[in-house]
């Protein structure tokens, strides 16, 4: 378990480390993992044109990446169940630090930076036990590990920070163990939840879907500007069952889910990729790989507006409406419809688009 010490020791070392920001590294607007024709991966930097700004080698397949909040830093993790992050300098492209879950855990491909951009939280695997666990790591002290927290849950596998320091954490229910790959061990007990709590494990909220939705694992994360935490779920139960795969919550309420009419639910084959939320809040969306869609919800009534689109999975805010990425190397606008803005020949986008707010 961590400690305040602990975290008080990292603010205190930070004021050594260099200022440096985002323009160093040329001002991206998203980080996006990809693979190329090659078949070597990368971290490729995006403008909010969709243009590459800089390329920086993977030496395996990456999910997501988390950006620091104001140095050209961002940590790149592996695919689920992986046991490494980089942490990559984006003004340099130099590698700076590799993370090892310790024995025992692995990562979920997601993290967040809390205090001030000083302590990366990790959402991780404790195997032996199948709980979920927050590793915290202190940048100012070369990423060292200072402590982990529990989640509440099973299957942490995105976790937000919200204001105050506060997190939310996707408790996704579904329990895995490394020797057996990524096959889901519980499906028929599985339980999840989305949980807040404070970085020292105080648990602060759980909000439990209806048991019929029991298998509806809560996987991924987006915030609005109001606090609003949209949340998306990937269905293990038959893909014909049209269930909601979009959530809204705010703390002290009852979660509102979200559904398209029958026909473009059954479409989304219960997967939903990714989530944003528009930057006044407007609109939520979630987006199908394996359904082609891109789906966004007005947030006060409730309406759908369908986008298709072959492969698309990666989905961030944008100035206007929503920036998505598909397996094509397509990166596109979306808002009333779906407006091209670039495409870069011979690389396959990955799940996620991550946003760089500074």
Not at 51 to 65: D, K, T, V, Y
Not at 318 to 338: P, S
Request: glycine residues 12%; contains cysteine; aromatic residues 6%.
């Amino acid at each position: 378990m961590t400690t305040r010490r602990g975290f008080m020791a990292s603010l205190l070392a930070a004021s050594t480390l260099p200022r440096l920001s985002w323009a160093d590294a040329g001002s991206p607007a998203y980080l996006g993992a990809a693979k190329d024709a090659s078949g070597a991966y990368a971290l490729i930097g995006l403008d909010d044109s969709g243009q590459a700004l800089f390329r920086i080698a993977l030496p395996e397949r990456g999910h997501a990446a988390t950006a620091h909040p104001s140095a050209p830093e961002a940590v790149a993790f592996a695919r689920r169940p992986g046991t490494f992050a980089l942490v990559i300098d984006c003004a340099s492209g130099r590698l700076s630090h590799r993370l090892d879950a310790p024995e025992g855990r692995h990562f979920y491909g997601h993290g967040v930076f809390v205090a001030e951009g000083n302590v990366l939280c990790t959402p991780e695997n404790h195997i032996e036990s199948g709980t979920g666990r927050i590793g915290l790591w202190s940048r100012p002290e070369g990423y060292r590990r200072i402590g982990e927290i529990e989640t509440g849950g099973i299957g942490p596998h995105d976790i937000l920070r919200l204001e105050g320091d506060v997190l939310a954490v996707a408790n996704g229910g579904i329990r895995t163990h490394p020797e057996s790959g990524r096959e889901k061990l519980n499906i028929a007990t599985m339980r999840p939840s989305l949980t807040y709590l404070t970085p020292e494990g105080e648990i602060l909220e759980e909000v439990v879907l209806d048991p019929d939705l029991h298998k509806n694992s809560i996987r991924h994360l987006a915030q609005g500007p109001d606090g609003t935490v949209a949340f998306a779920m990937q269905w293990q139960g038959d893909v014909m069952d049209p269930v909601p795969l979009l959530g809204l919550h705010r703390r002290g309420g009852r979660p509102r889910l979200l559904s398209a009419d029958l026909a473009e639910q059954l479409a989304m084959e219960g997967y939903a990729g990714s989530v944003a939320m528009s930057g006044d809040g407007r609109f939520a969306a979630i987006t199908s790989p394996r359904g082609g869609r891109v789906h966004r919800f007005d947030t006060e009534s409730g309406a759908c507006h369908v986008v298709r689109r072959s492969d698309v999975c990666g989905l961030a805010p944008a100035a206007e409406g929503f920036t998505a990425t598909d397996g094509l190397g397509g990166v596109l606008r979306v808002t009333d419809g779906a407006e091209p803005l670039a495409a870069h020949e011979g690389l396959a986008w990955d799940n996620h688009l991550v946003p760089i707010h500074v």
